[in-house]
């Protein structure tokens, strides 16, 4: 066994639906125990420190310990194209995307960037992430060694894509390669060990009905499966979808006919969305995965996020960095941008319901909360510790800030953590990031840290 000290932030409800001080736990001198990969007891130190005398204490004053970031949609192919210039949705995917994913027909390939990508999730302090791959079953494969090696809870599946035009004919599959694929894979990789496989269409534009069928068997004969797809991304997108599908009544009805819509399916940017979509996203218990680096980069629009998250039609919702379309991997830039898409809207996104979204709320939206998401003993010891202080003028700000002191003690330093929790999500990334735990084991430290 061994412990971790310092501030810990987590979450035991939804501060969408609650007040935020009662949905959040924040402990400013905590203890974390770790037995093994898991959580075995969390508390103050006051209270827990004379128990646990006697084990090895990684401690963390003046940080802040978060459970680990839960990245719900993101290309792991797209690594090295990230930040491609100049083009909308469909333009992009036939000019940078496909001739990348091409190369992940070789396995040694994928394999390395699998590696780069884990490497790169993990100084940003992401543990658990919703991730698409290509068309190949081998890099589905070598994507699933390599977190198998790390010891880390990843979703992933065989990226369909079997509609004529839509990609280099190089790149398609078939329905019925991607039906065989899947069954593959899943018997292979499913639930061994902290690996999961998401059913993985990826999206109506690029499947045809056939494909989408297979999808819809792969789920009813694999009820245990995610399922993650795109959705409602882009005006012209959008408008081919309508023409393909002229059956369906609008984007999600394409996928409720194929069956597949219920908990455990993700849409990955939701953008233009009915209010009538948001209902039925809402009575299936569907997810959406908010990508708003993504949404700006590619200029595909604004994510409604307080109807997504309105008590009318609550939907879960869970945050994306989708690179390569998103140009960042840290979720605290891509958070900084869901509060300037909020803005955009007369809307507000405090820090404490952004931190939420990327940790218990991304963890539910996945459907993972009885594992990852807080600190809860029992859970899986995945966790963050973030510097507040990282760079110049995020320690300006925190110094500068002024507290009321007539104030608690104990209130002037929710009120401290929470000033710097706002400047974490709106002026941080991976500098903030300084040691990154994983099934209770040390992947990540901020090289100078000296551990
Ligand atoms: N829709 C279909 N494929 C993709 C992709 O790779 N990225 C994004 N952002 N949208 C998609
Ligand atoms: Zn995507």
Redesign the pocket.
């Known amino acids: 066994m061994r412990a971790i000290r310092g501030p810990f932030l987590d979450f035991s409800a939804d501060p969408f639906y609650r007040d935020e001080e009662e949905a959040v736990r924040f402990i400013s001198d905590g203890l974390l125990v770790i037995d093994g990969e898991k959580i075995a007891d969390f508390g103050t130190f006051g209270e827990l420190g004379g128990k646990y005398a006697a084990l090895e204490i990684d401690h963390y004053p003046d940080r802040l310990i978060l459970p680990g970031f839960v990245d719900t949609h993101v290309?792991y192919p797209?690594t090295e194209m990230i930040a491609s210039y100049g083009e909308q949705?469909l333009e992009w995917?036939e000019k940078y995307?496909f001739p990348t994913e091409l190369k992940f027909r070789d396995k040694a390939y994928a394999r390395r960037i699998a590696d780069t990508f884990l490497d790169l999730l993990l100084a940003n302090g992401t543990t658990t992430a919703q991730v698409?791959t290509t068309t190949f079953p081998q890099s589905v494969d070598a994507f699933f060694e390599a977190c198998t090696g790390r010891n880390i809870c990843m979703i992933a599946g065989l990226t369909g894509i079997d509609r004529p035009g839509q990609a280099p004919p190089d790149y398609l599959d078939t329905a019925d390669s991607f039906y065989a694929g899947s069954k593959d894979l899943i018997a292979r990789w499913h639930r061994k060990g902290r690996n999961r496989y998401a059913i993985t269409p990826?999206?109506a534009l690029?499947s045809t009905r056939e494909q989408l069928d297979c999808c819809g068997r792969l789920k009813a004969e694999h009820p245990d499966a995610w399922v993650n797809t795109?959705m409602s991304?882009n005006d012209k997108e959008i408008a081919l979808v309508a023409q393909h599908f002229p059956e369906a009544s609008d984007y999600l009805n394409v996928y409720e006919r194929a069956g597949i819509v219920g908990p455990k399916f993700t849409a990955g940017h939701s953008i233009h969305l009915s209010n009538d979509m948001f209902a039925r996203m809402s009575r299936a218990n569907a997810s959406i995965s908010f990508c708003p680096a993504?949404n700006l980069f590619?200029g595909s629009g604004l994510f409604m996020l307080h109807k997504a998250k309105s008590a009318e039609t609550p939907v879960l919702v869970g945050v994306g960095t989708?690179v390569g379309?998103g140009n960042t991997f840290s979720m605290l830039r891509t958070l900084n941008d869901a509060y300037e898409v909020a803005a955009m809207q007369a809307q507000k996104l405090s820090a404490l319901k952004g931190l939420y979204l990327a940790t218990l709320g991304g963890a539910r939206a996945l459907h993972l909360d009885h594992e990852i998401g807080s600190f809860d003993p029992g859970k899986f010891a995945d966790l963050v510790v973030l510097d507040p202080r990282a760079t110049r003028i995020m320690r300006l700000r925190s110094e500068s800030a002024r507290m009321n002191g007539q104030a608690s003690p104990e209130a002037q330093a929710f009120d401290r953590m929470q000033h710097d929790a706002f400047g974490m999500m709106s002026l941080g990334d991976d500098r903030c990031v300084e040691a990154t735990y994983v099934s209770g084991a040390l992947l990540h430290a901020r090289p100078g840290i000296g551990r």
Do not use: C, K, P, Y
């Open positions: 290309h797209q949705l995917l995307t698409f990826r999206f690029g795109h991304e993504s590619l989708d379309g």
